[in-house]
């Protein structure tokens, strides 16, 4: 059982003047690759985002990757690092030893990316959509999962939303959407 996505590219929606001038290039407007989470991979986001609630949730992925297919496999939260209502900060020589590690531990498995939560703030509802700064972060060749998430007060059963190529779903009093960016 794999739960599917499509990697969109917030590139394409977004106005140029907002697009770093670095950032335009193909690697970010090619077609869109179709993204297969794991049930590990999918509980693990979840779960770490519930966790995190009202603040940001931030872990990486691993899995492999086709031209067509990222197959995500894992996701790990990060232990460390810095987290607020609004962001999160792992330090860089964190980032780059945990990547090593990974490769060591089981090299058929790589690091494809990471994901990160957008927490409701008050009464202030957090969409999927990747921030500017988001946006800054983001290197070609890797994907991208935000996971807008919300209080609600009616259960919604997880489902793939082929119109906005996002899976959404509750789980207790959060409702969750999880949306993939290459």
Known sequence: YFCSLRCQSE??????????????TPAFTEIPKKVLLSPWAFTGVVLSVAEMFKKEAIGYLLGNCTDSIVNVECAIPFQTGK????????????????????????????????YHSHPQHGNVLRLH?????????????????VVSVNEVTI????????????????????????????
């Not at 590139?11 to 335009?24: L, M, T, V, W």
């Not at 792992?90 to 990974?102: C, F, I, K, Y």
């Not at 259960?155 to 960016?181: F, P, V």
């Open 11 to 24: 590139f394409q929606k977004a106005p140029e003047k907002y697009i770093p001038e670095h950032k335009r």
């Open 83 to 114: 987290r607020g209502y609004i962001y999160s900060v792992v330090s860089l020589r964190r980032l780059e030893w945990v990547r090593d590690l990974t490769e060591r531990i089981h090299p058929v498995i790589h690091w494809i990316g990471d």
């Open 129 to 145: 959509f990747p921030s500017l700064l988001d946006v800054e972060d983001m290197e070609p060749g890797y994907l991208y999962l």
């Open 155 to 182: 259960c919604e059963e997880w489902k793939t939303n082929r119109n906005r190529h996002t899976l959404s779903g509750t789980l207790g009093k959060l409702r969750m959407e999880i949306a993939g960016y290459c």
